[in-house]
C-alpha cells in the first residue's frame, strides 16, 4: 500500500476535488482526519476487519482514501454530493466502503461495539475501527456504548477520536467543556492514547499497541486541525463548512499536488 503520509495528502487532494464543483463543503473534516484515515486503510485487514465512520460528514475521506487504494471507482467521486448519488456528502446506509455511518452524532460508537461484540460471538478475529469526532463527546449514548465496550472487555474496537476543537456551533470548547478527554475515556475503562492526530507513525504505533491489548478497548485522542495541511486558506476559514471560491480551489489543488512530488508520490 501507498506510504501512510502521502495516502493522506492523497485523501487531501482527492477531498478538494469533491469539494471544489460546489464551493463548499466538509473539507476540513478531511483535513483533520486525513492521517488517521490513512493510518486506518494502512492497518485493517480487507475483508475482515471493519470501519465505522461515526460522524456522516467525514465520510469524504474514506471516500477518498478508498480511490486511491482501487476500492471505488475514480469516476464515482465526480458524483460527490449530487442528487441520487451514493456517494453522499453526509454518510447514509447507501455509502460504500463503511460498514456503518451515521448523520446523527453518537451513534457511530454504539453500532462498532455491537459489531465487535457480534464479531466474539461468531468467533471471528476481525478488529473493529471507529472514527468519531470530539463534538461526540456532548452525546450520552456515547458514553453508554463506552461503558458497555470497558464492561465486556471489547479489545477488538479501537476508536479513533478526531480532537479538532471544532463544531458546526463553533469551537467545541466554547460549546461545552470536554478536557481532560483523555482522563474521561480513561476513567470509564477505555486504554487512552493522546496524540499528534496529524503524526503518521505516531498513529500507527497506536494502533499496534491497540491490536495487542486484550484486556479492554482502545481509543486514540488525535488533536488535529480542521486546515492542517493546506497553507493557502485564508487565516479565517470556518474549519466546519470550507468555502472554496474557484480561485482557492486552484491553489489548493496546486499547494497538495506540489506536496505529493515532493514526497515523492
Same mark, same amino acid.
Given at each position: 500500500m501507498d506510504d501512510v503520509a502521502a495516502l493522506a495528502t492523497k485523501i487531501r487532494l482527492r477531498a478538494v476535488q469533491m469539494i471544489a464543483p460546489q464551493g463548499f463543503g466538509y473539507l476540513g473534516q478531511a483535513l483533520s482526519s486525513a492521517e488517521q484515515v490513512a493510518s486506518v486503510f494502512g492497518h485493517a485487514r480487507p475483508g475482515l476487519d471493519r470501519l465505522v465512520c461515526s460522524p456522516g460528514h467525514y465520510i469524504v475521506a474514506p471516500f477518498a482514501a478508498a480511490v486511491e487504494l482501487g476500492l471505488m471507482e475514480e469516476a464515482d467521486l465526480g458524483r460527490y454530493g449530487q #442528487? *441520487?448519488?451514493?456517494? @453522499?456528502?453526509i454518510g447514509t446506509e447507501r455509502s460504500p466502503v463503511v460498514d456503518y455511518t451515521c448523520g446523527s452524532l453518537g451513534q457511530g460508537l454504539s453500532a462498532a461495539v455491537g459489531l465487535a461484540l457480534g464479531d466474539r460471538f461468531n468467533g471471528s478475529e476481525a478488529r473493529t475501527y471507529a472514527l468519531l469526532? #470530539? *463534538?461526540?463527546?456532548? @452525546?450520552g449514548q456515547l458514553?453508554?456504548?463506552a461503558?458497555?465496550?470497558a464492561h465486556h472487555r471489547l479489545s477488538a474496537v479501537t476508536a479513533l477520536l478526531d480532537a479538532n476543537n471544532s463544531?458546526?456551533?463553533?469551537?467545541?470548547?466554547t460549546?461545552?467543556?470536554l478536557e481532560p478527554i483523555t482522563d474521561k475515556w480513561e476513567s470509564f475503562g477505555w486504554q487512552a492514547i493522546e496524540i499528534d492526530g496529524h503524526d503518521d507513525v505516531a498513529i500507527?504505533?497506536?494502533?499496534e499497541q491497540a491490536s495487542r491489548t486484550s484486556d479492554r478497548p482502545t481509543v486514540l485522542v488525535c488533536r488535529t486541525s480542521t486546515v492542517h495541511g493546506l497553507d493557502c486558506l485564508p487565516d479565517d476559514a470556518d474549519g466546519h463548512f470550507i468555502k472554496l471560491p474557484p480561485d482557492l480551489a486552484a491553489?489548493?489543488?496546486a499547494e497538495l499536488t506540489d506536496r505529493l512530488e515532493h514526497q515523492g508520490a
Open positions: #442528487d *441520487g448519488s451514493p456517494i @453522499e456528502a469526532s #470530539d *463534538g461526540e463527546m456532548q @452525546e458514553w453508554e456504548a461503558l458497555f465496550a463544531q458546526v456551533d463553533g469551537p467545541v470548547d460549546i461545552t467543556t500507527g504505533v497506536a494502533l491553489k489548493a489543488l
